[in-house]
């Protein structure tokens, strides 16, 4: 399980080089949200009660019942890519309906951190990489886990790296990181609903307050959609400002009431997590030693104050939680029985040393096996 490098236990690398610390003076300026507005935010579908779902349908405690199991149950139409048939039944709840012609593990190919943009070669250099990796491991589905496109830049955004996502030719989501708020405003500039829909074969979910659209949802995993689900992911967006760079108060309500619906249901399967910016516990779980990679940079939990891990490890059901945002960074290892997993950063766009390798994760889950979350090994082209 785990990268290459798993033979030995996570080290430190010289720093000798400063973008890193150029992207963390670059987000003192960004202003607080109470100074500027939330360039994202949307009318809400519903404002009767708390937290909603496009299907109008809430709890007396103004959280989202999209997760309520319905066997056989569906609002959309099926989509079929190869073994896989993507259902979506809320605005927020998406059932991933897993038969191989044969029996295997379902592939997801995690990519983090691609900052595409204009001006220079690397958005090319990034295309070509992304395509030799689907090519030669073949993943069923993509998770890209933020950083997607600096679309806060004060200079032009532009959308190459749209089309090459949606070129790759497989069903993907993007968990929104802090660089992909339209900060700035500058030309180009999109909204985090308009790269929703901007997203070819593209399933992102979200539930609406009164003011503001998040965008946290979930994957429930079947060989069977009329039996209960297999396994489970969820995935939640971070913030851009100061004090707002974690999993939102709001995602975390709603992910406690999916626990509640899920145990009034009987469901009761293995969650993976994933995220942009990593929790506070990478940074105790690398202090312990018992880390395996490598650490080229601090741990920028940001923001987080630690109560997403404990409402993840209180649910007895989270397996792993993968991140990005940190390009240096690719350890990994068990906290509290939970494996805390770094992506590989996969774009040539952002900073890091020239000599350290632009890939991704290859993540495999068994939908037979009491724990799914199965192995989640780094995955370069092969030249």
């Known amino acids: ?60 405690s103004g959280l989202s019942a999209a997760a309520e199991f319905t066997p056989g149950g569906q609002t959309s139409a099926d989509q079929q890519f190869g073994d896989l048939i993507m259902r979506r039944t809320r605005s927020d709840h998406f059932q991933m309906i897993f038969q191989p012609r044969e029996p295997r593990p379902l592939r997801l190919l995690q990519l983090t951190d691609t900052h595409f943009h204009p001006g220079d070669d690397t958005n090319r250099a990034t295309e070509v990489m ?24 004060d200079k032009l955004v532009e959308w190459t790296g749209m089309e090459i996502l949606n070129g790759l030719g497989r069903p993907w989501t993007l968990c929104f990181g802090n660089h ?39 994957y429930d995993l079947h060989t069977d959609s009329d039996l209960p689900p297999n396994a489970c992911l969820f995935f939640f967006q971070v913030g851009y400002a100061e004090g707002d760079r974690r999993i939102s108060d709001i995602q975390l309500s709603w992910f406690e009431q999916q626990l509640k619906l899920d145990h009034q249901h009987d469901v009761n399967a293995p969650i993976t997590v994933f995220v942009h910016i990593p929790l506070i516990e990478y940074r105790d779980l690398f202090d312990s030693g018992k880390a395996i990679g490598q650490k080229g940079e601090d741990v920028c939990f940001d923001s987080d104050t630690g109560r997403s891990f404990e409402l993840f490890q209180k649910s007895g059901r989270v397996a792993g939680v993968f991140c990005g945002h940190d390009h240096v960074n690719n350890y990994f290892g068990p906290w509290k029985d939970i494996q805390l997993v770094y992506g ?25 096996s009491p724990k799914a979350l199965q192995d989640f090994s780094e995955v370069y082209p092969t030249l």
């Open 180 to 218: 992909d708020y339209p900060v700035r405003n500058a030309p180009g500039a999109k909204s985090l609903e308009e790269i929703r829909l901007a997203m070819k074969d593209g399933f992102q979910g979200y539930i609406d307050t009164e003011n503001t659209r998040s965008y946290c949802y979930r």
């Open 1 to 60: 399980m785990g990268s290459e490098d798993s033979v030995k236990k996570a080290e430190s690398l010289p720093l000798s080089w400063s973008a890193a610390v150029h992207r963390r003076e670059f987000l003192k300026t960004i202003p607080a949200l109470s100074t500027i507005p939330a360039l994202s935010t949307i009318p809400a579908l519903s404002t009767s009660s708390g937290l909603s779902t496009s299907s109008g349908l809430s709890t007396s």
């Open 130 to 153: 992304l395509k030799q990796i689907v090519d030669q491991h073949q993943p069923d589905f993509i998770v890209h886990t933020g950083d997607f496109v600096n679309n806060d830049s």
């Open 344 to 368: 590989r950063v996969s774009g040539w766009g952002g900073y890091g040393p020239k000599d350290w390798k632009r890939g991704g994760r290859l993540i495999t889950i068994d939908l037979n």
